[in-house]
Structure formats: C-alpha cells, structure tokens
C-alpha cells in the first residue's frame, strides 16, 4: 500500500538480512549455507528476500511447494532450489521446465521421480530420512526396502541425504542427540551408493548445537529473519523486521473509562488513550489485546482492551504528549519491541508473527550495505 494511505509502515531491513547470512554462513563452515524461504520468505517478500540472499552469496534454496519454486526461479535463473513437499501428483514436467529439485520423502515420492526419470533422466533429487517427526522423509522399513531396490534410483542423481530436527531450539533436548544418532544408523543401512552422499540436518537453531550438526550444507529460515535460535539465550542475530503503527486519535479519558469491545479495559486514573491504526486483519493478533506492549521513543506502554480488526488501542499515559499526537507512530515490532516478546506474548512463535504479517502495510526494503 502507499505510503501516505496505509494504517501502518513495515521496514525489511535487507542489508541486517545479509549480515545475518554471513554469520550463519560463517558459523557453519566448511558446510554449505542454504537458505528456507517458503512462505514467501517467511512472510518478508521472496521478490526482495531471494536477490538479497543470492547478492550475499547463498547459492541454494529451499521452499514449500513447487508454486513457489516457480516464482522463486523466475527470480534466481542460476539458484538451486528444492520442493520440500516433495513431488505433487502430475507435476513432474513443471519440476523439469524450471528446474526444480524434490526432496523425496517417502517410497511414494521415490517411485514417482523414478518413472519420470526412465524417459526424461538422469534427474537430481535430495532425499530426506525421518529421523524422528513422523512427519516426511523414509521411515527405516522403507529405507529398508530402498536398500532392497536400489535400481530405483539408477536414473536419480541424489545430492544430499537430509533430515530435520524437531528440538533444536532447546539445546539440551535429548531428542537432539537421538535424531542425530539415528541419522547415522540410517545412513548405515541406506543403499550403497548413498552411504557417502552429502548430508543436511540442520535448521537455524541446529547451526548452534555445533559442528556434529552441520554435516555439509545447512538450510536456516528464522534465524536468517531476525529470530532467536535459542530458546531463552541472547538473540544473536541482527534485527531485520521493524512495524510501526500509525496514531489516529489520542484521548484523555478519567478513571473507570471502558475500551474497546467487551469493555475488557477500564482506566485506573485519569489516563491517555491512544488509538493505532493496526488489527487482527493485519496479522496483529487478536490474543495480543491486554498483554503485548508497544514503545514510543523506547518507552513500552501497554495494549489496552481488545484488538480490533484494524485498531488497537495503547495507554500512553507516561508518554510525553508531544510524541503521542494524532499521525505519530508507535513500535509494534522491532525496537523496543522484539519481534520474539510479541510472539511470546501471542502464545506462537516468530514464525506464525512474520508470516501472519498483513498485506494493508507500506512495505519498505532497506538496503544498507554489508
Ligand atoms: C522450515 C525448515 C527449515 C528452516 O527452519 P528454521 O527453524 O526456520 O531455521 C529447515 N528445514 C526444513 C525441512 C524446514 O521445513
């Protein structure tokens, strides 16, 4: 939306994006550092996002579903980039024409990019392994029968072996330690040709676990964005979303004033309401009304009653009032704001924050330089 039109401004720091490229990157060596952005990049815009990451040097890219392989390819013609929904049925030529690599993740999978390999091979393909989500990837039964039939992959050229963490973020999670042990059973048991394929594993928050998790190439997303990888640690990585609401209206009520629907919010003194021009219907969740806080020149103040579908309302009363009039703006996000406070204050994670974020914003791409 326009500038001078929208209710509120969304700043996408893409130079503070690259930067935090370089430290995963860095962190990771020697291993290869990919990047995950589906979702459209986690909500921050794959137009802008995916030239960024390709400008600081990432060369291999993982996305949801083959639509966004499409966009993403129209975007980076000399990327590589992987469909970690694997393959959907009838779409084998669209993988081909844009040069789209699945993640095999099941038997199924397999056999599909097999019978399209036989005519139109040798295809490249990752193949994942579940090492413990039950979610996608080969369960050891049907590594099993892989290992049994490995003429099923004469035609596929298999890159990288992958599997995904369920509990990186809580580094003392002896789930950690499971998952990687079972990889390496895994891999033990996988057909010959594969026992020596690259393998990936980590995620974000795996980088941090430390170089038993990199193996040879690791696929970060929040971290990329601004998110904490550790849970409850210092936020390492530098801040890239900053949302800023504009204000509408300020007014200064008594004590015992109702705001917002259902009257949930009563003033205790004579107070100054101050009303945003944000709401669930831009992805400022309705569970944030009484709980998130915002900032004006770095000073919080509350979110008083409900969320509204465009509105909030904030109690500014220890604001000076020069700073709270009717066109100013008040930190939603960033800032005095962490984006991972508002998601715990939202009861979600930074993930469900950024890719919630609204389509009604002013979006502005800051390109500071590296
Ligand atoms: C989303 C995703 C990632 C990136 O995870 P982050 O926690 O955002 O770093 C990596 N691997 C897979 C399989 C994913 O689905």
């Given at each position: 939306m326009e500038r001078k039109l929208a209710g509120a401004h969304l700043t996408i720091n893409l130079g503070a994006l690259k930067e935090n490229y370089c430290l995963l990157r860095d962190k990771a060596a020697p291993a290869e550092c990919a990047a995950s952005v589906k979702a459209n990049a986690y909500g921050l815009g794959i137009e802008k996002v995916g030239p960024a990451l390709y400008a600081a040097g990432c060369r291999r890219f993982f996305v949801a579903l083959p639509g966004e392989g499409v966009t993403l390819r129209a975007l980076l013609p000399d990327a590589k980039i992987h469909i970690l929904a694997g393959l959907l049925p009838d779409t084998e030529e669209i993988y081909l024409a844009h040069r789209l690599d699945p993640v095999l993740n099941s038997l199924h999978d397999i056999r599909q990019w097999a019978a399209f390999a036989?005519?139109?091979?040798?295809l490249h393909a990752l193949l994942h392994l579940d090492t413990g989500m039950t979610r996608l990837g080969l369960l050891e039964a049907e590594i099993r029968e892989l290992a049994a039939a490995p003429e099923l992959l004469n035609n596929i050229e298999i890159d990288f072996v992958m599997s995904h963490l369920s509990c990186a973020d809580v580094a003392d999670d002896p789930m950690n330690r499971e998952q990687l042990e079972k990889l390496e059973f895994f891999r033990s048991i996988l057909p010959k040709k594969l026992r020596n394929t690259p393998v990936s594993f980590a995620n974000s928050a795996g980088i941090f676990l430390g170089p038993d998790y990199h193996f040879d190439m690791v696929r970060p997303g929040i971290a990329l964005f601004g998110g904490n990888p550790h849970a409850g640690a210092p936020n390492p990585m530098r801040e890239v979303v900053h949302l800023r609401g504009r204000i509408l209206r300020v007014a200064d009520v008594d004590s015992e004033f109702p705001v917002g629907y259902g009257a949930t919010f009563r003033t205790e003194g004579s107070s100054r309401i101050a009303t945003v021009s944000v709401g669930y219907a831009d992805g400022y969740f309705r569970v944030l009304g009484n709980k998130a806080e915002c900032a004006i020149n770095n000073i919080k103040v509350p979110v008083v009653g409900r969320v509204s579908m465009d509105i909030i309302t904030v109690d500014v009363s220890k604001v000076p009032a020069g700073d709270c009039a009717p066109g100013a703006f008040v930190d939603l996000i960033g800032g005095a704001v962490p984006l991972d406070e508002v998601a715990v204050h939202a009861d979600t994670i930074p993930y469900e924050v950024l890719t919630a974020l609204g389509s009604r914003y002013y979006r502005e791409y800051l390109d500071a330089a590296v």
């Open positions: 036989k005519t139109r091979g040798p």
